[in-house]
């Protein structure tokens, strides 16, 4: 079985500061994980994934993740927010291999960005 | 731009009404995915379609028939929907439901409103 805790539903930012998202992950296999945004009345972008290889992974829109397996977490970070990221934050994970057609939704983050 | 398109943006529609949505994806995928969304909620996935064929029900009820006609279209028929079925419907595709780390991509949904 696997999980993900999203830690805070709301994490507020002025224009300019740092963004963390936290994400951490339970998964009886190794995991793949994801990073989604959702903007109003649309639907899931996808800004970042990690499966294999480097920890840490890169995304669109200055957005990066970091995956710690010994913390289980994959937290979402951006150096400076503006304010087009205020939006919903979704962290998923499915398992790698076999049947990975599950995703495995955190309940979100929703960010707003303060000018 | 998304590369997965749904139709209609909106639909409203009453208890006793017929109704399709539709989805279409021209990258190749073959698996695609119907979600229902509420309102400040993660997705729930609802099917799953493998090469055009439906390999996961996740229980929903009899109201909603899906349907995928080939590789590239997906399609959700409504009927006789409850108050509580109105949502943001989602559809996703990847490159295959089974052992491969390719995420899946969103439509923008169709937004469901149940008079």
């Known amino acids: 079985a696997q999980s993900v805790t999203q830690l805070g539903s709301h994490v507020s930012v002025s224009e300019g500061a740092l963004v963390l998202l936290r994400c951490n992950y339970s998964?009886?296999?190794?995991?793949?994980l994801f990073w989604y945004v959702q903007y109003p009345n649309q639907g899931l972008q996808l800004l970042l994934k990690?499966?294999?290889?480097?920890?840490l992974v890169k995304g669109i829109n200055g957005f990066e993740a970091e995956f710690k397996k010994s913390e289980t977490s994959f937290h979402l970070t951006k150096p400076s927010a503006h304010m087009s990221d205020a939006a919903e934050y979704f962290c998923?994970?499915?398992?790698?291999?076999?049947?990975?057609?599950?995703?495995?939704f955190g309940k979100g983050t929703l960010l707003t960005v303060n000018p | 731009d998304t590369e997965v398109t749904q139709t209609p943006k909106h639909l409203v529609m009453g208890m006793t009404n017929k109704k399709s949505l539709k989805c279409e994806q021209h990258?190749?995928?073959?698996?695609m995915y119907w979600y229902k969304q509420k309102a400040k909620k993660p997705p729930e996935l609802m099917f799953v379609?493998?090469?055009?064929?439906?390999?996961i029900n996740e229980s929903v009820p009899s109201r909603f028939s899906p349907e995928c006609p080939n590789s590239s279209l997906l399609n959700l028929h409504l009927h006789a929907l409850q108050p509580e079925d109105s949502a943001l419907y989602l559809c996703?595709?990847?490159?295959?439901?089974?052992?491969?780390?390719?995420?899946?991509?969103f439509g923008d949904g169709t937004r469901l409103s149940i008079l």
């Open positions: 998964s009886s296999v190794p995991p793949y």
């Open positions: 379609y493998s090469y055009e064929k439906l390999s």
């Open positions: 990690y499966t294999t290889g480097a920890t």
């Open positions: 998923a994970v499915s398992r790698s291999g076999g049947s990975n057609y599950k995703l495995t």
């Open positions: 990258m190749g995928h073959r698996a």
């Open positions: 996703a595709s990847s490159q295959a439901m089974v052992g491969n780390n390719q995420p899946q991509h």
